[in-house]
């Protein structure tokens, strides 16, 4: 049984800064995409930083020059490094991945998620 956990939420001033990490358990073949999204209560769930297997990223507009996503395919974790962080960043936070658990199972998983609060 393949599991995300993800750490790192809580509660942080305007500017501040937070680490998100999520770890991939069970067994594992390979781990292609990786991913965050974030929902904000009323709103869809969104992208907001995205990493291939290769090392390619992608990021939502909005925090494009403050987040950085990075993974370590050794340890199959994935981290997203928040700066400058605003109120409108607010929400829970879900880790994603794109898992092949045997030869012929691939599927997306999911954590169950961190929050993260922007406030003074």
């Known amino acids: 049984q393949v599991q995300l956990v993800e750490s790192g939420g809580g509660l942080v001033q305007p500017g501040g800064s937070l680490r998100l990490s999520c770890a991939a358990s069970g067994i594992i073949f390979s781990i292609y995409d990786m991913g965050w999204y974030r929902q904000a209560p009323g709103k869809q769930r969104e992208l907001v930083a995205a990493?291939?297997?290769?090392?390619?990223?992608n990021y939502a507009d909005s925090v494009k020059g403050r987040f950085t996503i990075s993974r370590d395919n050794a340890k199959n974790t994935v981290n997203l490094q928040m700066n400058s962080l605003k109120p409108e960043d607010t929400g829970a936070y879900y880790c994603?991945?794109?898992?092949?658990?045997?030869?012929?199972?691939?599927?997306?998983?999911w954590g169950q998620g961190t929050q993260v609060t922007v406030s003074s």
């Open positions: 990493i291939g297997s290769g090392g390619n990223t």
């Open positions: 994603n991945a794109d898992i092949l658990s045997s030869p012929w199972r691939r599927n997306a998983y």
